[in-house]
């Protein structure tokens, strides 16, 4: 049975799209995903037990492990819904939007693209590449008009103008590289699963609260509905049947203002629960509105329905009345995504000294991220949780070291902003190192072993607060780490020797570089 690869496949339409194709009994379902706030494994919960499923915890900025899933599950398709996605957020942190949605596509491609070239005749000629974009790479419209796949590319946040650099790197891919790529644009989404930050989910959560309802500016501010369900058997039709090298535009036919999503919502909602005092609508306020809100979209889907013979199912009157059925009877899920997502329902987007500062990427790029089999490395995504009371990372498990890697000590260092530490190498120890952040450090491996199969292979990648993560580092294998935050950051090492320290008898098994004239082991 053939193997899709998604990438998001614990987010909202990510979720949506691998139950769907579970259910439909089609292929064998890879997912990764980086579990941030608006991602959950209860989202995948009632497909947990299929045998179809694989899950990995981690995010599409890590080439390495991208290509090592598709290689091992022998992918013959890629879905990349992993996105940041809300629009106020990208206001507050915009760097957060460059990290996973450029940069992490731009992985996620060359690891894609890699991939691609290994597969035999037939294995290509049914490879897909499908980026999952918004219409809000559009720009807005005026009262009349809609977004066709011709209209030229005007994006007016953070969150859009970061979306349509990667629909542009993957078109780039295609026309460069002979990558099978398929681009859709959808408008905006709701239904099940949706995090309660959007619009639909907060309104619903806000008024069963009995709490104030925002709404943007007058609240006439246009866009089209469509359902999930409906999103995701368009993308199932673009994946079977789609033309390679095009873009296809997803609609719902349903055009209405925020306040009249609002008040229908409102409407739904005294129905559904006539306990309520006072109607829902006397809740709503008209709130400042959002920094360069576009006033309208609006999808024209001629192209996918004449080509693929798609179009919406779901009318709004009865998709929003199932989807507040849903929430109804599934508060608790609401509660536990709020909760772990560290969200309260406030208001996003008023940008901050404190948010702006955690948008400076620092010199986190001034190198490119490598990756290059070592023999010997391995790299493990670490589990990270976050709610109200702090956080918590899992550190290392003895279940996934063998027995000679056993920790025989373990210490955490601090290291200020742009220190470095190394490059050095050990003779008979194997370090474990676990990168916790704050902020992120750059990791350095150089195969300095002669006769390896891997030798002169190079290691750089990110780690730290946007990608948990550790690393077994083998003897013979140079390694270095640098801050490249603007905060001091917290490493911890778990190696399988004692170490010989300060003030401890014997040798230290270490070879040092960092003094060495002309060494080759350069840390940027």
Same mark, same amino acid.
């Given at each position: 049975m053939r193997s899709i690869f998604v990438t998001g496949g614990s987010g909202f339409i990510g979720s949506q799209f691998v139950r769907q194709t579970i259910a439909a009994n089609r292929l064998n379902v890879v997912v990764l995903d980086a579990l941030t706030y608006a991602g959950s494994r209860a989202n995948l919960a009632e497909i947990a037990d299929s045998e179809r499923l694989h899950f990995y915890q981690g995010s599409i900025t890590d080439r390495h492990l991208v290509a090592r899933l598709?290689? %091992?599950?022998?992918?013959?398709?890629?879905?990349?819904?992993?996105?940041?996605?809300?629009?106020?957020r990208s206001i507050g942190r915009p760097g957060d939007f460059v990290r996973?949605?450029?940069?992490?596509?731009?992985? @996620?491609? /060359?690891?894609? *693209?890699?991939?691609? %070239?290994?597969?035999?005749?037939s294995d290509k000629a049914s490879f897909r590449f499908l980026h999952v974009s918004t219409d809000e790479v559009y720009g807005q419209l005026g009262a009349t008009g809609y977004f066709t796949e011709e209209t030229s590319y005007a994006p007016s946040s953070p969150y859009s103008a970061s979306k349509a650099s990667s629909d542009h790197f993957v078109r780039a891919y295609f026309h460069t590289y002979g990558l099978p790529t398929v681009i859709t644009n959808c408008s905006n989404n709701y239904g099940p699963f949706q995090f309660p930050e959007k619009l639909i989910p907060l309104i619903i959560r806000k008024?069963?609260?009995? /709490?104030? @309802?925002? #709404?943007? !500016?007058?609240?006439?501010?246009?866009?089209?509905?469509?359902?999930? %369900?409906?999103?995701?058997? =368009? *993308?199932?039709?673009? *994946?079977?049947?789609?033309? #390679?090298? /095009?873009?296809?535009?997803? !609609?719902?036919?349903?055009?209405?203002?925020?306040?009249?999503?609002v008040t229908r919502i409102c409407s739904v909602v005294d129905q559904l629960c006539p306990q309520l005092k006072h109607p829902s609508s006397s809740l709503i306020r008209y709130v400042t509105d959002r920094?360069?809100?576009?006033? &309208?979209? +609006?999808?024209?889907?001629?192209?996918?329905?004449?080509?693929?013979?798609?179009?919406?199912q779901i009318t709004f009157e009865s998709g929003i009345a199932k989807t507040i059925r849903?929430?109804?009877?599934?508060?608790?899920?609401?509660?536990?995504?709020?909760? =772990?997502?560290?969200?309260? $329902?406030? &208001?996003?987007?008023?940008?901050?000294d404190a948010s702006a500062e955690s948008t400076d990427l620092g010199d986190r790029?001034?190198? %490119?991220?490598?990756?290059?089999?070592?023999? +010997?490395?391995?790299?493990?995504?670490?589990?990270?949780?976050k709610d109200k009371r702090g956080w918590l990372i899992e550190l290392f498990r003895n279940d996934e070291l063998d027995s000679s890697l056993q920790p025989q000590m373990a210490y955490l260092s601090e290291t200020s902003p742009g220190v470095t530490r190394g490059p050095h190498e050990h003779v008979d120890q194997t370090d474990y190192f676990a990168f916790i952040g704050? +902020?992120?450090?750059? $990791?350095?491996?150089?195969?300095? &072993?002669?006769?390896?199969?891997? /030798?002169?292979?190079?290691?750089?990648?990110?780690?730290?607060?946007?990608?948990?993560?550790?690393?077994?580092?083998?003897? +013979?294998?140079?390694? =270095?780490?640098?801050?490249?935050?603007?905060?001091?950051?917290?490493?911890?090492?778990?190696?399988?020797? *004692?170490?010989a320290g300060y003030g401890k008898t014997g040798s230290v098994d270490e070879i040092r570089h960092e003094d060495v004239e002309n060494s080759p082991y350069i840390v940027l």
């Open positions: 598709l290689a %091992e599950h022998h992918c013959t398709s890629v879905i990349n819904f992993a996105a940041e996605t809300h629009v106020d996973t949605n450029v940069m992490g596509t731009f992985e @996620l491609l /060359e690891a894609s *693209l890699r991939h691609f %070239e290994s597969l035999d005749a008024a069963l609260n009995r /709490e104030p @309802l925002p #709404v943007y !500016g007058n609240g006439t501010n246009v866009r089209d509905w469509l359902h999930v %369900e409906d999103h995701c058997r =368009a *993308l199932q039709a673009v *994946l079977d049947n789609g033309r #390679v090298g /095009e873009t296809y535009n997803i !609609g719902g036919d349903c055009e209405l203002s925020n306040i009249e999503v920094p360069g809100h576009d006033f &309208r979209y +609006g999808i024209d889907h001629s192209k996918i329905t004449r080509e693929l013979g798609w179009k919406p849903w929430y109804l009877s599934h508060m608790e899920w609401a509660s536990e995504v709020m909760r =772990a997502g560290s969200y309260s $329902l406030e &208001r996003l987007g008023l940008r901050s790029h001034t190198e %490119e991220d490598l990756y290059q089999d070592i023999e +010997g490395v391995s790299i493990i995504p670490r589990n990270f949780y704050p +902020g992120d450090f750059r $990791l350095y491996l150089w195969d300095a &072993r002669p006769g390896s199969p891997t /030798e002169g292979n190079r290691i750089v990648r990110l780690m730290g607060e946007s990608n948990p993560a550790a690393v077994i580092i083998p003897p +013979g294998v140079v390694h =270095a780490y640098k801050n490249v935050s603007m905060k001091p950051g917290h490493v911890f090492n778990a190696p399988n020797q *004692l170490f």
